[in-house]
């Protein structure tokens, strides 16, 4: 039987993991679970949002499932550090990109897909009144690199300075003390490009997709950008049936509510891997509906793109939509070689949503709080409980 490391983690994954595993047991998908401590808490309390322990485990296991996390910025995580670990030299952060980058998870795969009924989708006026395109984008993020690398300084050491001055266009900051210089990089390699751009099109070609989409922006990023560009026509060579498109990430943004339905495998960087997700996903339902995975050559870990929303944990009965979190899944029974419970729980999905008699707050356009029960709007559970029924 295979074991899967359970990782909670903050606010409401908390809630909706268990929702997940409690489809994957009506479908009958047989695993031990095994509980990873990550998150907000153990940053608190050990100065370590990711213990070694739950690294452990993953190394052992290789298949997580992640419910969401709790990241706050450097000074406002400092703060809340139990008072005996501050000013020890603890950093906060971010335990998924700490996962990604320890365990090379670098293809991030993140499926924007439209359910039929959902009265979320998007929906575009034309000439003669409105139609909803049928949304159905895949995007691979590079998950390790660009700018989450996290090869960044406030006031530049001397050598990093020196090194930066080196360029020209460092000319326009020369009077610029380095206490008052912030400096991020944006690292690209030529490998881990080819990798993210052979996934891709290797996703295209196996699930019929005519089209493959590099996001970037080459003229003004033109060294990063301009690599995975080069890299991205070469290999194109090898998948004559895929056209390759490419596209900056501004002018995408527009794009994507103008003709969503022209776009089917998205390849671009961490950060712009980011946006352009996020900008899909609200076409599809918005982040209730977006889930993910991280996949490196042993280790791999799924989870919804939503955040911890902490305000919504407390709620009883819990009001947020675990269908991210269910499908997130099912990417990892697809890639267990599982995919045929993936497709009835799918199913089962798609028919609740179409019938739309079981809606969470933000299938209705509610804000958020316990009094969406007032107007119709079901619990996390009886959502669970719906799918599980069509099952």
Same mark, same amino acid.
């Given at each position: 039987?295979?074991?899967?490391? %359970? ?9 909706? $993991? ?21 998150? +907000?808490?153990? +940053?608190?309390?050990? &100065?370590?949002? $990711? ?5 452990? *485990?993953l190394a052992e296991h290789k298949i997580g499932l992640f419910g969401a996390i709790t990241s706050k910025p450097k000074e406002a995580a400092a703060r809340e ?12 952060? #971010? ?18 897909? #439209? ?48 090194? *930066? ?12 003390? /380095?206490?008052?210089?912030?400096? /991020? ?7 881990? #490009? ?5 996934? @891709?099109?290797?996703? @295209? ?6 089209? *493959? ?11 990063? #950008?301009?690599?995975?560009?080069? =890299? ?23 794009? $994507? ?23 899909? @996903?609200?076409?599809? !339902?918005?982040?209730?509906f977006a889930c993910s995975a991280n996949i490196g050559q042993e280790v791999a870990v799924f989870e919804p793109t939503h955040g911890s929303a902490p305000k ?5 009965? %819990? ?8 499908? %997130?899944?099912?990417?990892? *029974?697809?890639?267990? &070689?599982? /995919? =045929? ?5 799918? &199913? ?19 804000? &958020? !709080?316990?009094e969406v029960f007032k107007h119709g709007a079901s619990t996390t559970q009886e959502m669970t409980d719906a799918i599980i029924a069509r099952l």
């Amino acid at each position: 039987m295979r074991t899967i490391v %359970s990782m909670p983690g903050d606010g409401i994954g908390k809630t909706v $993991l268990p929702e997940a595993i409690r489809v994957l047991d009506a479908v009958g998908f047989e695993a031990n679970y095994v509980h990873g401590d990550i998150g +907000w808490d153990f +940053w608190i309390k050990e &100065g370590n949002a $990711l213990p070694q322990r739950t690294i452990d *485990l993953l190394a052992e296991h290789k298949i997580g499932l992640f419910g969401a996390i709790t990241s706050k910025p450097k000074e406002a995580a400092a703060r809340e550090l139990d008072p005996a670990l501050r000013d020890k030299g603890y950093v906060y952060f #971010s335990p998924i990109v700490g996962l990604r980058q320890h365990f090379n998870l670098d293809i991030c795969i993140r499926p924007c897909m #439209s359910f039929k009924g959902n009265p979320l989708n998007f929906i575009r006026r034309t000439a003669s009144g409105f139609e909803e395109p049928l949304v159905n984008a895949v995007i691979f993020r590079q998950n390790t690199e660009g700018l989450y690398a996290g090869v960044e300084w406030t006031n530049p050491p001397k050598q990093v300075r020196d090194a *930066l001055e080196t360029h020209p266009k460092m000319k326009f900051f020369k009077d610029t003390p /380095s206490e008052d210089l912030a400096v /991020s990089t944006r690292i690209v390699t030529r490998k881990a #490009s080819r990798r993210i751009l052979t996934a @891709a099109f290797e996703y @295209a070609k196996k699930f019929g997709y005519k089209n *493959l989409t590099l996001c970037e922006k080459p003229n003004v990023l033109r060294e990063t #950008s301009g690599m995975m560009f080069k =890299e991205a026509r070469e290999i194109a060579k090898n998948y004559p049936g895929i056209e390759l498109w490419d596209t900056n990430i501004d002018a995408q943004m527009m794009w $994507l509510t103008k003709n969503p339905e022209s776009y089917g495998v998205i390849v671009a960087e961490n950060m712009f891997g980011d946006i352009i997700s996020d900008g899909f @996903a609200g076409l599809v !339902g918005g982040l209730g509906f977006a889930c993910s995975a991280n996949i490196g050559q042993e280790v791999a870990v799924f989870e919804p793109t939503h955040g911890s929303a902490p305000k919504y944990q407390e709620l009883n009965p %819990s009001i947020v939509n675990p269908i991210a979190m269910i499908l %997130s899944a099912c990417m990892m *029974l697809d890639h267990i &070689g599982e /995919s =045929e419970k993936a497709g009835k729980i799918r &199913g089962a999905i798609s028919r609740v949503i179409e019938e739309g008699c079981v809606k969470t707050y933000d299938m209705m356009k509610l804000k &958020g !709080g316990p009094e969406v029960f007032k107007h119709g709007a079901s619990t996390t559970q009886e959502m669970t409980d719906a799918i599980i029924a069509r099952l």
